[in-house]
RNA sequence: GCGGAUGUAGUUCAAUGGUAGAACCUCAGCUUCCCAAGCUGAUGACGGGAGUUCGAUUCUCCUCAUCCGCUCCA
């Protein structure tokens, strides 16, 4: 069977992930929990490297944003206010006959004539099936209708020359048992929570109940007052949380994009209500260029702007930025105009005033909500698929793959790897010292082990961006060669002027 | 949660109803070694549980995990 090309990379990836330490299944030993992963030496780097880059841009380098840090549990009556205990427990049913979910709430009732069958039996093999059924039939519709669908059902599981048996009727009110498209039978509703519970206290009972946020953005919404009271900030600011979030996710899929424990970067940036298109436009284009400005190629980005089907109740404009992922376009960033809905949740639940009061035009609002969420654990995904390169660079007769992250220095692990040419110790005693005057500064790796050529791919195969090699002559011209990840490119260089020259290529 | 596929060293694969081989990786030794060099040696696996059987990695069932589709989202 042959495996589709985009698999194949994210299967090398994976595979990669594991080889080098950058991702492990959680719990591995134990035959791995469905939606959890590990971050292993170099994962635990890259994701750091990944949260810092973003809190640096949306916090530190502006003066118009802080910093929050909230408890992962909070008190449940947030998730109230905020709508995620209704939204994200809602009970739903299948469509026994096409398996389409339902979310019971949203049944439209139907009336008519529900045909029972109690089973069926085929008449070539003389099978019998006693799985009930039902199929509900709008009036004026032949009853011949309700049995061909009858007969699809037992066919699906298996008979082919159906015989329904124990056929009986019923007048049916307003009931939401049934698919409104084919009249099908729906499963029992099943309570469907998108939240984590757990109790707090040892006493587990209702009244303990709470849960593990499925987001951040609710501290600081919850958080509001005392940030904008303490920081002195004045509207329009923002303010910046990165954190855990957990989600009962229906199907954690594709590595570690979509996980019941995950990781978000969110910002709240909260404005003057006629000032919101504007700034989300701003967002939008801001959060875009940070993407590009790390190291993702444009053409493997783009900005998707919500179908007005696809919005919240609670937002006027939602844009995803989007990333070309092996199995097609999917988001990394929601940027939201939540307008002044959660705040005013939150005042309504908590009876507290969450509005702003501008002195200079003497006015009093809630403030209108610009929200771009981007998730850190999948952008990681991004930026490791994004940098993930095969590179032919054997001598005609002979193949040669080079396997290369080429990640932004940034976010690439090591930043320098120190190489001494020979494990003779007569080399040692310089390249530690190489080693100590680089790692001051940058994160260092030092490798001593087998060939000089398989240490510089190793190397590429973790996206260090530069390697630092010590030789003999070093020890006489106090000189090592820098050789570049993406060129292979090498240049010698006076340990005098090495720090300076790694700076330059690193950027930073 | 539903349907389909898969599960053997760290990774990628092979073989077998009589307890498993390789390549790469990793580690140690030799080698003044700048692009996966060579030689020697070493570690290391049948996802888990139950059943059938004299005997199961192989057959059956259950379970767990991964991949694909449905669904959903940061």
């Given at each position: 069977?042959?495996?589709?090309?985009?698999?194949?990379?994210?299967?090398?990836?994976?595979?990669?992930?594991?080889?080098?330490?950058?991702?492990?299944?959680?719990?591995?030993?134990?035959?791995?929990?469905?939606?959890?992963?590990?971050?292993?030496?170099?994962?635990?780097?890259?994701?750091?490297?990944?949260?810092?880059?973003?809190?640096?841009?949306?916090?530190?380098?502006?003066?118009?944003?802080?910093?929050?840090?909230a408890?992962?549990?909070m008190h449940?009556?947030i998730w109230?206010a905020s709508g995620h205990?209704?939204?994200?427990?809602?009970?739903?049913?299948?469509?026994?006959?096409?398996?389409?979910?339902?979310?019971?709430?949203?049944?439209?009732?139907?009336?008519?004539?529900?045909?029972?069958?109690?089973?069926?039996?085929?008449?070539?093999?003389?099978?019998?099936?006693?799985?009930?059924?039902?199929?509900?039939?709008?009036?004026?519709?032949?009853?011949?209708?309700?049995?061909?669908?009858?007969?699809?059902?037992?066919?699906?599981?298996?008979?082919?020359?159906?015989?329904?048996?124990?056929?009986?009727?019923?007048?049916?009110?307003?009931?939401?048992?049934?698919?409104?498209?084919?009249?099908?039978?729906?499963?029992?509703?099943?309570?469907?929570?998108?939240?984590?519970?757990?109790?707090?206290?040892?006493?587990?009972?209702?009244?303990?109940?709470?849960y593990?946020r499925p987001e951040t953005a609710q501290a600081i919404f919850a958080q509001f007052?005392?940030?904008?009271?303490?920081?002195?900030?004045?509207?329009?600011?923002?303010?910046?949380q990165?954190?855990?979030a957990?989600?009962?996710?229906?199907?954690?899929?594709?590595?570690?994009?979509?996980?019941?424990?995950?990781?978000?970067?969110e910002?709240e940036?909260?404005?003057?209500?006629?000032?919101?298109?504007?700034?989300?436009?701003?967002?939008?284009?801001?959060?875009?260029?940070?993407?590009?400005?790390?190291?993702?190629?444009?053409?493997?980005?783009?900005?998707?702007?919500?179908?007005?089907?696809?919005?919240?109740?609670?937002?006027?404009?939602?844009?995803?930025?989007?990333?070309?992922?092996?199995?097609?376009?999917?988001?990394?960033?929601?940027?939201?105009?939540?307008?002044?809905?959660d705040?005013?949740q939150h005042?309504?639940?908590?009876?507290?005033?969450?509005?702003?009061?501008?002195?200079?035009?003497?006015?009093?609002?809630?403030?209108?909500?610009?929200?771009?969420?981007?998730?850190?654990?999948?952008?990681?995904?991004?930026?490791?698929?994004?940098?993930?390169?095969?590179?032919?660079?054997?001598?005609?007769?002979?193949?040669?793959?080079?396997?290369?992250?080429?990640?932004?220095?940034?976010?690439?692990?090591?930043?320098?790897?120190?190489?001494?040419?020979?494990?003779?110790?007569?080399?040692?005693?310089?390249?530690?010292?190489?080693?100590?005057?680089?790692?001051?500064?940058?994160?260092?790796?030092?490798?001593?082990?087998?060939?000089?050529?398989?240490?510089?791919?190793?190397?590429?195969?973790?996206?260090?961006?530069?390697?630092?090699?010590?030789?003999?002559?070093?020890?006489?011209?106090?000189?090592?060669?820098?050789?570049?990840?993406?060129?292979?490119?090498?240049?010698?260089?006076?340990?005098?002027?090495?720090?300076?020259?790694?700076?330059?290529?690193?950027?930073?």
């Amino acid at each position: 069977m042959a495996v589709p090309k985009e698999n194949e990379v994210m299967e090398k990836l994976v595979s990669l992930c594991k080889r080098r330490g950058f991702v492990f299944q959680s719990s591995d030993i134990y035959g791995g929990i469905n939606g959890f992963w590990d971050y292993g030496p170099l994962g635990a780097e890259l994701k750091r490297n990944v949260k810092e880059c973003w809190w640096t841009t949306m916090t530190r380098l502006r003066e118009d944003v802080v910093g929050l840090d909230a408890t992962i549990i909070m008190h449940p009556r947030i998730w109230q206010a905020s709508g995620h205990v209704d939204t994200f427990s809602d009970p739903m049913c299948d469509c026994l006959l096409t398996r389409k979910r339902f979310r019971a709430d949203q049944i439209e009732p139907q009336s008519g004539l529900a045909y029972h069958f109690s089973g069926a039996r085929d008449t070539a093999t003389g099978r019998t099936l006693t799985d009930a059924y039902a199929v509900l039939l709008p009036p004026g519709k032949p009853p011949e209708s309700a049995r061909r669908t009858a007969a699809q059902f037992y066919a699906a599981r298996g008979l082919s020359n159906v015989e329904l048996q124990g056929e009986r009727t019923e007048k049916v009110e307003n009931s939401t048992r049934f698919n409104p498209e084919n009249g099908s039978l729906l499963t029992e509703p099943r309570p469907f929570n998108l939240m984590f519970k757990t109790y707090v206290g040892p006493v587990g009972d209702e009244s303990a109940i709470a849960y593990l946020r499925p987001e951040t953005a609710q501290a600081i919404f919850a958080q509001f007052k005392n940030v904008l009271e303490t920081s002195r900030q004045k509207v329009p600011f923002g303010i910046a949380q990165v954190g855990k979030a957990f989600r009962n996710e229906v199907t954690p899929r594709n590595f570690t994009f979509r996980t019941r424990e995950f990781e978000q970067m969110e910002l709240e940036f909260f404005v003057p209500p006629a000032e919101g298109p504007q700034w989300y436009e701003y967002w939008c284009n801001e959060r875009l260029d940070w993407y590009v400005r790390h190291g993702i190629p444009t053409d493997l980005l783009r900005i998707r702007a919500h179908d007005d089907d696809e919005l919240s109740h609670y937002s006027t404009g939602t844009s995803d930025v989007e990333f070309m992922f092996p199995w097609g376009w999917d988001e990394l960033e929601g940027i939201a105009q939540r307008t002044d809905y959660d705040l005013k949740q939150h005042s309504q639940h908590s009876g507290e005033r969450l509005d702003y009061f501008d002195q200079p035009n003497n006015e009093r609002y809630v403030p209108y909500v610009i929200e771009p969420a981007a998730g850190a654990t999948r952008t990681m995904a991004a930026f490791l698929l994004a940098a993930y390169d095969e590179e032919e660079v054997g001598d005609g007769d002979k193949s040669d793959i080079r396997t290369v992250l080429r990640l932004h220095p940034r976010l690439a692990p090591y930043k320098v790897a120190v190489l001494p040419l020979s494990k003779k110790d007569t080399l040692t005693p310089l390249a530690h010292e190489v080693r100590r005057m680089v790692g001051d500064r940058y994160m260092v790796d030092y490798d001593e082990t087998q060939s000089i050529g398989k240490r510089y791919r190793r190397q590429d195969e973790i996206g260090t961006p530069l390697c630092i090699t010590v030789d003999f002559d070093s020890l006489d011209d106090n000189a090592v060669t820098v050789r570049e990840r993406d060129t292979m490119e090498q240049v010698r260089v006076p340990i005098a002027e090495l720090m300076p020259l790694l700076t330059e290529k690193l950027g930073f």
